[in-house]
């Protein structure tokens, strides 16, 4: 399994900027038709696809959604994808295998909602890291890159998935997941500004 290629795009061009750098709006149309003109959704797309047609290469692709919303690649034999968005900054990754990706502004909403997705037995284990505030960021984006890969059976993230070790020096997060025997190995990065998660499927 190889390591699979991600881009982070800060969103700073106009609506206009954006679409001047794609060439097939018929493959996002409906998608943005209903949106207000350069409102944040609006934004999010365009960026998307802009990040998307450069991690192909220069090549825009057809992407179809399931009816969960889980993004594809509308041809054969394409590599696996995943998107993620927040505030000024959307995030495209393609792999080999099952692939999912997440990117947080960082801020204060994340404390408010622990006990959501965090049990006592992870808030003591993110406790042994240097930064408690980065580790609850990073605990609730790697659990969201984990639940776009294990899929809606997987909904309660608290119940069905925990957090056994956080490795900052390596940057991974070793998360066991109900039903199998090995831990996923979830792996981050941070900025001042959001922490970035990632993981492939090491079942498939």
Not at 103 to 128: C, K, M, N, W
Not at 161 to 181: A, N, P, Q, Y
């Amino acid at each position: 399994m190889s390591a699979p290629d991600y881009i982070v795009w800060k969103i700073t061009e106009s609506e206009e900027e954006l679409r001047a750098g794609l060439s097939h709006p018929e493959y996002f149309e409906a998608k943005v038709r209903n949106l207000k003109p350069g409102s944040r959704r609006m934004m999010e797309i365009l960026a998307v696809r802009r990040a998307l047609k450069e991690l192909m290469y220069g090549e825009e692709k057809c992407v179809i959604y399931d009816s969960y919303g889980k993004p594809s690649i509308d041809e054969p034999d394409a590599p696996y994808i995943s998107f993620s968005h927040t505030r000024q900054y959307v995030a495209v990754i393609a792999s080999d295998v099952p692939v999912g990706i997440d990117i947080e502004r960082r801020g204060d909403r994340v404390q408010r909602v622990v006990p959501q997705f965090l049990t006592p037995d992870e808030v003591a284990v993110l406790s042994l890291t240097p930064d408690i505030d980065l580790a609850f960021h990073l605990a609730w984006s790697g659990k969201e890159s984990a639940f776009k890969v294990l899929g809606q059976s997987f909904y309660d993230l608290k119940k069905l998935t925990s957090i056994v070790c956080v490795d900052m020096e390596r940057k991974v997060i070793l998360l066991h997941v109900e039903g199998r025997e090995l831990p996923m190995h979830i792996h981050f990065d941070f900025t001042d500004d959001y922490v970035l998660t990632w993981v492939q499927d090491e079942v498939n």
